[in-house]
């Protein structure tokens, strides 16, 4: 008889012990880290546990432990690149602290919506919650609400900064106005996101901020929707008067758009029109011109997320609330052509 589980079932804790030559209480210990265990030991279960390929039962292990190793996340507007990243680098962070994550996205324009998504994660037991969600009405339904489990937002809203973890978004923005003006423009217009986004509004007050401390004159910013049509309409628009020579716009997609529509009306990009995004998705380095643009470290941002969940030492660097973006300096930006 094979010493090897029978072909068609998942091997047991029981295949698994009887493998490594030890209890099933022995392989339960080194599935909850006790420290009780010999490292070689150890090291055995481990390596029958990779070579049959060994799932431990999350259920059942959260019905012995009372813990169930999962972080939930909360989400609005996932498809969007920044919440996109920021879910992908919390569930690698979480993966190398042995937790797995849970996602539940939400309306962020229904109350009941949101309130569902947070009891369907509380209901799992989820040791820690991330909260992802790029609309003020969020936090104002969440505030309502008793969340008896460590949490942290990944938006900054000012009001509730003991739990707050984020890019600091009007730096970045600084750093895109800031960046324009020292290249000699004095004539730039803001192409802002949708006007319920928490980041929208931090990067605009970034840009008026800059212009206002360079006293540079402005002109109201641009409310748009994060796509690259309505950058490519917005730009078509404002070529029909010409009266700017930069546009700082609040993330990559829109740029994207601008560029576009500066192109069509035979224009170049920097020559006649400099153009600075956000986020630096991706494709931004093979934009035709490469698009300057500020980048946000999604990776740190969730291993930060991660740490402050699990608890540690709060002096510890990984514990600092606010992550500086940088600004990525490419060819869509020049000196204006006096």
């Known amino acids: 008889m094979s010493d090897e589980p029978s072909k068609g079932r998942a091997p047991s804790i029981r295949d698994v012990a009887r493998l490594a030559g030890v209890s099933h209480q022995t392989v339960s210990r080194v599935l909850n880290h006790h420290p009780s265990i010999r490292p070689e030991t150890k090291q055995r279960v481990l ?14 292990r959260a019905l012995v432990t009372s813990r169930s190793h999962t972080i939930g ?27 797995w994550v849970s996602t539940a996205n939400i309306d962020a324009s229904d109350d009941r919506s949101i309130s569902d998504g947070l ?3 509380l209901a799992q037991g989820v040791e820690g919650l991330v909260v992802i969600a790029p609309q003020a009405r969020v936090f104002d339904t969440l505030a309502q609400r008793s969340i008896e489990v460590p949490y942290v937002s990944l938006q900054s809203t000012g009001k509730d900064p003991d739990h707050t973890l984020s890019v600091d978004q009007i730096a970045g923005a600084r750093l895109a106005t800031r960046h324009l003006i020292e290249l000699g423009h004095r004539n730039i217009y803001h192409l802002t996101g949708p006007q319920d986004w928490i980041e929208a509004e931090a990067r605009m007050r970034g840009f008026l901020d800059e212009m206002s401390a360079s006293d540079v004159p402005t002109t109201a910013p641009i409310l748009g929707d994060w ?40 224009l170049e ?16 380095a093979h934009f035709w011109p490469p698009l300057t643009t ?18 540690g030492d709060p002096a510890a660097p990984e514990h600092r609330d606010v992550i500086v973006p940088e600004l990525v300096v490419r060819s869509s930006t020049g000196r204006p052509a006096f």
Not at 47 to 60: G, H, I, L, S
Not at 241 to 254: G, K
């Open 294 to 311: 500020v980048r946000q470290d999604f990776a740190e941002l969730g291993r930060r997320c991660v740490a402050l969940l699990l608890g």
């Open 73 to 99: 996340i909360l989400s609005s507007q996932s498809t969007q690149y920044g919440p996109a990243s920021s879910i992908t680098a919390i569930e690698a962070a979480a993966r190398e602290a042995g937790y």
């Open 47 to 60: 390596d029958v546990m990779e070579q049959v390929q060994y799932q431990p039962n999350r259920a059942a």
């Open 227 to 266: 796509t690259a049509d309505f950058g490519y309409y917005a730009g078509r628009e404002l070529l029909t008067v010409r009266d700017f020579t930069a546009i700082f716009s609040s993330n990559d997609q829109m740029a994207l758009g601008l560029m576009h529509a500066i192109r069509d009306a035979g």
């Open 269 to 284: 990009i920097p020559r006649d029109v400099s153009i600075v995004g956000f986020d630096d998705i991706p494709e931004a």
């Open 119 to 121: 009891a369907h994660l």
